[in-house]
């Protein structure tokens, strides 16, 4: 459960830091579903990044008179 939406993504790595892919993936509502080619080592990790006061930050801006091709 995330009631406070504070997750922001999840990675595969490998024993050296390595990112691993997934060959796909899927969710429905708060279940995500990741499948790979053969099963995964044992020595990968799961990687869950969250969203923090000290690490999210909202800077507003505008972008003005940008030259278009």
């Known amino acids: 459960k995330d009631p406070q939406h504070k997750l922001v993504d999840l990675r595969f790595r490998d024993a050296t830091g390595g990112q691993i ?34 690490a999210v930050s909202l800077i507003p801006f505008e972008l003005k008179d940008i030259p278009l091709p």
């Open 21 to 54: 892919n997934s060959n796909w993936s899927s969710s429905l509502g708060e279940i995500r579903s990741y499948g790979f080619k053969s099963p995964p080592a044992k020595t990968m990790k799961l990687v869950v990044y969250l969203a923090t006061p000290g």
